[in-house]
């Protein structure tokens, strides 16, 4: 499976986005899907993950509350809406399918990472 995110851009603080994963194949809808992000300087980290029908969605507390992950099996996107965006949300956003059947916080249980998307968000 090929994953390719996108709807990254520039955003002041408190504005929004919405990125989406599109997958290569009919296997995506599968698998769970997460997201993560990493800063320049920084680890890789989770942001969200969300089962393979949808229902099942985890966050990392920095973003709870603010964004939230869903998906269409139907055009085998998973989207992560971004809302009140903060400077330190300001990184790298890929996603990737797991390997299990569960969704996991470890990037270690990933693979067919996408190409990321950029997000800045500007004080």
């Known amino acids: 499976v090929q994953l390719q995110a996108s709807g990254g851009g520039l955003v002041h603080t408190g504005g929004s986005l919405r990125l989406s994963c599109t997958a290569s194949?009919?296997?995506?809808?599968?698998?769970?899907v997460g997201w993560f992000r990493q800063a320049t300087g920084k680890e890789r980290e989770f942001v969200a993950g969300?089962?393979?029908?949808?229902?099942?969605?985890d966050y990392a507390d920095s973003v709870k509350d603010r964004f939230t992950i869903s998906r269409d099996n139907s055009k085998r996107t998973v989207y992560l809406q971004m809302n009140n965006l903060k400077p330190e949300d300001t990184a790298v956003y890929s996603c990737a399918a797991a390997r299990a059947s569960v969704t996991t916080r470890s990037p270690y249980d990933y693979d067919s990472w996408g190409q990321g998307t950029l997000v800045t968000v500007s004080s």
């Open positions: 194949a009919r296997t995506f809808s599968y698998k769970p």
């Open positions: 969300i089962g393979r029908a949808g229902v099942i969605t």
